[in-house]
C-alpha cells in the first residue's frame, strides 16, 4: 500500500472529466491525468522515492510538497533540478532521475 | 499609484482587491500556477469537479474574490512569477514620512515562466508601494528515521489531497503541534486514505493555557474545519483517534517508512521512557508548526521581531515607508487574520488609512486577532525537550545529510562558536533548501533561536545572524542571469483589458 490518486467514482468532489497523460521515468512508462504534477503523477504509480542522496545514496522523494525542500528535484527533458511537486506534468515529458554522486576526493 | 504584491493567497488577494478599490494598479505576483496560496490550494482547471468546495474552508469567498481581480483591466494577476530578489534602491533607510508618500524604496526582480524552467522571462519593477504576502512553510523537527520516503510534512498531505486528490499513503499517521494537524486529517480522510491516528506533542495543560484567556476565539478557530469536517463527520463516519502529550519519535523501514514509534511526552516535549508504542503505517505526515517566509521582508529591509515575524503597525506597514506585510508573515494567525490584514495592507498601500470608513470592519477585526498567534504559540509552541529522542545518527540537515552526532562533535570541539562557523564547518543549512527545513532547528541546537539571538550570533553587520537572510530568494540558474534580468517596468500599467498571465503555458 502506499500513495493513491483517488478513483474519480468514489471521489466525493464529483469529478468531471480528466485527461489521461504518460510521462516516462527513467524509460519507464508512468499514466497519470492533465493537471497533476510530476510528483504527483509517480506518488500515485505507487513510487515513494525516486532520487538517491549524494552522500549516503539515500532514496528520497517528496517531502514537502510544496516547493521548499528540493528533495523531490528530477531532470525534465533534460533541465536539471526541476522541483517534481511543483512542475506539471505534461504528456510526453522524460523524466529522468538524478544522482549525484560527490566527487572522490584523492589526498 | 502602483502597488506590487506578492503572494495570492488569503492576504494577497485580500490586499489587490482593497488597493484596487482605493484607486491603484496592481500586479499580483505568484510562483503558482493557480492563485489561492497553500490555504485554498485546488485542483487545476483540467480537472473540474462538481463539488469541489467541500474540500474547502470559504471556498465561495476565493472563487468570488478571484473572479473580481480576473474581470479588473486595473489588475495584472501574474501567475508562475518567482520573486527571486528584492533590492534596496536607497541606503541608509529611509525614514518614514508624512505625505506625500515616497515611494517604496525597492526593485523586485521577478522570473516569469515554468517552476524551474529555464529561459523564463525577467520583469523587474519599481512599485510605489509593496505588499509581501509571502506565506508560511510547514516546520518538521527531526527524529530518527524522518528522511525515510513515506514521511511527509502534514502540508505536502494538504497539498497533494487538496490539490491532486492524492492520498500520500493509505495507513497514514499524523503528528506534530498545532491546530493544523485536524485539517490535514481531514483532508487526508476525503482522499480515501484511512488515519491511524493524530498525535498532539503539546498536553491538555498546555492546550487549556494557551486557549482559555479568551476561549469565545475558539469560535472563529472551530469554523475552519468547515464543510469538510462535515462532510467527514457525517458521510464517512470515520472516527480519527486523536491524542495530546505523544510525538512520533522515530520512523522505522530500510527503503520507506513501515512504522513508527509514538511515545508519551512530557510538558518540555521530552518522551517518556516506557510509553513507546509501535504502529503500522506507510505514511506518517509531522508539522510542528510553521516557518514564515521571510526571505523578501528581510531583503526589503523590514525590521523583523524577536519572535521571527514582520513588525507592522497597524497600517501594516512595515518598518520601511511604503513596504506592507500581512498574513503569516507578520504572525501565525490563521486564514481571517490574513484577509483582514491583507485588506489593511492593500488599502493603506494605496494611499489610505487605517481609519477610513471602508475599512472600519477589517481595522476593528485586526485588534480581535490581535494575540491569537501568541495563543497558538502559547498552546503547541515547540519545546526544548524534543532534542532527546534524537539518536547520533538522525540527519539534522536532510540536503547535506548532517547527522546530530558530527553536528555535537563539531559544536563541542568548536566550543559552539556561532551559527556561520557551524554551517561553514558541518554544512548543515548550506544545502539546495538554503536551511529553509532545517535552519530553525541548526540554531536551536547550538543554542539560539529567536529568543536567545544574542552575542556569538551576532555577525559584523550588527543584525542577528539567522537562516532566514537570502539575498537570492529562489535559486536562479546562471543561464537566466547572463540573459538578462529585464528592462524596469513603468510605474504606471496601461488599464486596457483585463491580463492574466500564465507562466506555464
Known sequence: MAARLLPASSDPIRPSGATPLAISLDGETVAGVAGQTIAGVVLASGRLAWRRTSADGRPRGLFCGIGVCFDCIVTVNGERDVRACQRRAADGDVVEIQHDALPEVRP | MKVVIVGAGPAGLAAALAARAHGASVTLLDAADEPGGQYWRHLPPERPSANERILHHGWQRFTAMRRALEADAGCEIVMGAQVWAIERSDAPAQARTEAPMPAAPVVVHVLVGPPDGTGRAGRTFRPDALVLATGAHDRTLPFPGWDLPGVFTAGAAQ????????????????????????????????????????????????????????????????????????????????????????AVIAAHGTDRVEAVTVARVDANWRPVPGTEQRIAADAVCVSHGFTPRLELPIAAGCAISSSRFVEVDEAQQSSVAGVYAAGEITGIGGVDAALVEGELAGH??????????????????????????????????????????????????????????????????????????????????????????????????????????????????????????????????????????????????????????KGHQ
Not at chain 2, 497533494?160 to 493544523?180: L, M
Not at chain 2, 472600519?360 to 515547540?382: C, L, M, P, S, V
Not at chain 2, 544545502?431 to 547550538?446: A, D, K
Open chain 2, 348 to 501: 493603506c498601500a494605496a494611499g489610505g488609512s487605517p481609519g477610513d470608513p471602508e475599512v472600519r470592519r477589517a481595522a476593528k477585526a485586526r485588534t480581535t486577532f490581535t494575540g491569537f498567534a501568541a495563543r497558538i504559540e502559547a498552546a503547541h509552541g515547540i519545546r526544548r525537550g524534543w532534542t532527546a529522542w534524537l539518536d547520533d545518527d538522525t540527519l539534522v540537515c536532510r540536503c547535506e545529510e548532517v547527522p546530530y552526532g558530527r553536528f555535537r562533535e563539531t559544536a563541542a570541539q568548536t566550543c559552539g562558536s556561532g551559527l556561520r562557523s557551524m554551517k561553514l564547518t558541518t554544512r548543515a543549512g548550506l544545502g539546495i533548501c538554503q536551511g529553509r527545513v532545517c535552519g530553525g532547528t541548526v540554531e536551536e541546537l547550538i543554542g539560539g533561536g529567536p529568543e536567545t539571538a544574542a552575542g556569538g550570533l551576532l555577525d559584523q553587520r550588527g543584525v542577528a545572524a539567522t537562516t532566514d537572510r537570502r539575498p537570492i530568494a529562489s535559486p536562479v540558474r546562471l543561464g537566466e542571469l547572463a540573459g538578462g534580468i529585464g528592462p524596469t517596468e513603468p510605474t504606471e500599467p496601461h488599464l486596457s483589458k483585463p491580463t492574466v498571465q
Open chain 2, 159 to 246: 497539498a497533494f489531497a487538496k490539490g491532486e486528490r492524492v492520498a500520500v499513503g493509505q495507513r497514514v499517521v499524523i503528528a506534530g503541534a498545532g491546530p493544523f494537524l485536524l485539517p490535514v486529517a481531514a483532508s487526508l480522510v476525503a482522499t480515501g486514505a484511512r488515519v491511524l491516528g493524530v498525535f498532539e506533542a503539546s498536553r491538555i495543560a498546555g492546550l487549556v493555557r494557551g486557549w482559555l484567556p479568551k476561549p469565545w476565539q475558539l469560535i472563529g478557530a472551530a469554523k475552519k474545519g468547515g464543510e469538510l469536517a462535515g462532510y467527514v463527520g457525517t458521510h464517512l463516519r470515520h472516527r480519527i483517534p486523536y491524542a495530546t502529550g505523544r
